[in-house]
Each structure stands twice: as structure tokens, then as C-alpha cells.
């Protein structure tokens, strides 16, 4: 009887140990899938935003053409501005990610004038070529948010027109971005992007074709610049492979 009892015993403890063994595989099987599903993938971006610039010296521009013209409107230091913006991400680590990215950024200064239509109009069409290096935050399966720094250089044209002038202006220089974005998934691939960031443009000193800057008689030989800072928001979709 103590024999059969003790091999009773001796069966249940294999058979719990069998378990155990089996769960503890099934636990490791699950993990080892739960961290291949969050794996850095790499991906394309797209979407649009606003960004609120101060573009000091077109500001100055725009207010000084102004008063010259007979007009009596200031604008002031910030400008709202639409923006646009393309990118690829590459996984360089667990970690970290380079991202490639181009964005166009497109506002319109507009002031009222005394001659010709009334309006003296100014807009400014920056592009953006970037190249920023990205820490992830958090990567779990159905979301993940980066913070990244980086920059590259720029390219921007100011079209002026007002009474008989129409003419545009281009400039180019570095600039630097420092930037947040979060995805979140709407599937398996498709996610929905949100993002923020913060700009500081060099552009230096803009000319026209034949090499003149835009003038007027307060500003002659005052090297405008199409040099600013900016915070943006952006909305968009991200695709990873």
C-alpha cells in the first residue's frame, strides 16, 4: 500500500514538474514573441502642421514698406505658418533611429499701403532637407514616442509684390530642429503620427537675380535675412515595414 501510495506521489510530482516546465516554455514563447512584435521597423511619414515663426527681419521688411507706401499697419513678431512634411526612419539600434527628413514651410506677410492695390505682400516658401537623430522612448506593440535633434541646411525664397514691384528673394543657411513624436497604431503597420517641434534657421542675407537685396530707403545695404525661430505641431501617418 506505502509502495502504490509513494509512486502516486512520485506521478503527481512529475506530472507538476511537466507543468511547470510547459508553462515556464509557454511564458518564454510569449515574451520572446512580445518583444519581436515591438521591434524597430523602419518606416515613411507624411502629414502637414502649423508653425508659429518669428521671422524678425521680413517682419521688419513688411512694416517698414509700410510707412514708405503711405500705410499705417505693424504686424507683429509671430506668423502662423503651414507646413508640410515627408521623412523616412531607419532603426539603427534597439534604441535609436535615423531619420531623414524634408518639410516646406509656406506663410504670406501681407500690409496695407496707400498706392497701387492697397496691399504689399510678402511670402516667404522655406525648404527644409534635415537630417535628425532620434531616441526612442517608449516602443510597445500598439504605440511609441521619440525625441530627436538634428538639422541640416536650408533653402528659402521671399516673393515681394506690391505697386509696380514683383520680384522674389533667396538665401540659404543651417538650421537646427529639436523634436518629439508619438505613432499610434491603427493596424499593423498604419500608424497615426503626432509631433512637436522647435526650429532655429540661419538663412543669411536674401538677393534677387541680378543680385540686389529687397530695398527700401530705410533698409539700404541692411542685409535682410530670412532668419528665424519657430514651434510647430504636426499631424500625420506613419507606415512601417
Same mark, same amino acid.
Request: glycine share 12%; net charge negative.
Given at each position: ?7 502516486a ?72 505658418a503651414?507646413?508640410f ?28 499701403t ?34 530627436? @535633434? &538634428? %538639422? *541640416? ?5 521671399? $516673393? ?8 522674389? =528673394? ?34 543669411g ?14 533698409? @539700404? &545695404? %541692411? *542685409? ?5 525661430? $519657430? ?8 507606415? =512601417?515595414?
Amino acid at each position: 500500500m506505502r509502495l502504490t501510495e509513494a509512486r502516486a506521489c512520485l506521478c503527481c510530482a512529475l506530472l507538476l514538474s511537466g507543468m511547470t516546465l510547459c508553462a515556464a516554455q509557454t511564458g518564454e514563447q510569449t515574451r520572446g514573441a512580445q518583444a519581436a512584435s515591438v521591434q524597430l521597423r523602419p518606416g515613411v511619414a507624411a502629414g502637414m502642421g502649423v508653425s508659429y515663426l518669428s521671422m524678425t527681419d521680413v517682419v521688419d521688411l513688411a512694416n517698414i514698406a509700410s510707412a514708405s507706401l503711405g500705410g499705417y499697419q505693424r504686424l507683429p513678431e509671430f506668423k502662423a505658418a503651414a507646413e508640410f512634411f515627408g521623412a523616412v526612419t531607419v532603426p539603427c539600434s534597439p534604441d535609436w533611429v535615423l531619420k531623414f527628413e524634408y518639410a516646406y514651410i509656406l506663410t504670406t506677410y501681407n500690409v496695407a499701403t496707400a498706392y497701387g492695390t492697397g496691399q504689399a505682400e510678402y511670402t516667404a516658401m522655406i525648404h527644409l532637407p534635415s537630417l535628425i537623430v532620434q531616441y526612442v522612448l517608449l516602443n510597445e506593440p500598439v504605440y511609441n514616442v521619440k525625441v530627436g @535633434a &538634428g %538639422g *541640416g541646411y536650408h533653402f528659402g525664397t521671399l $516673393g515681394v509684390t506690391y505697386y509696380t514691384q514683383n520680384d522674389s =528673394y533667396s538665401g540659404n543657411g543651417p538650421g537646427l530642429v529639436l523634436e518629439a513624436e508619438g505613432n499610434t497604431a491603427f493596424g499593423e503597420s498604419l500608424y497615426a503620427y503626432l509631433g512637436v517641434n522647435v526650429r532655429w534657421d540661419f538663412i543669411g542675407t536674401l538677393s534677387n537675380s541680378a543680385g540686389m537685396e529687397p530695398y527700401h530707403a530705410s533698409t @539700404a &545695404g %541692411g *542685409g535682410t535675412t530670412m532668419q528665424f525661430f $519657430g514651434l510647430g505641431a504636426r499631424l500625420g501617418f506613419t507606415y =512601417y515595414f
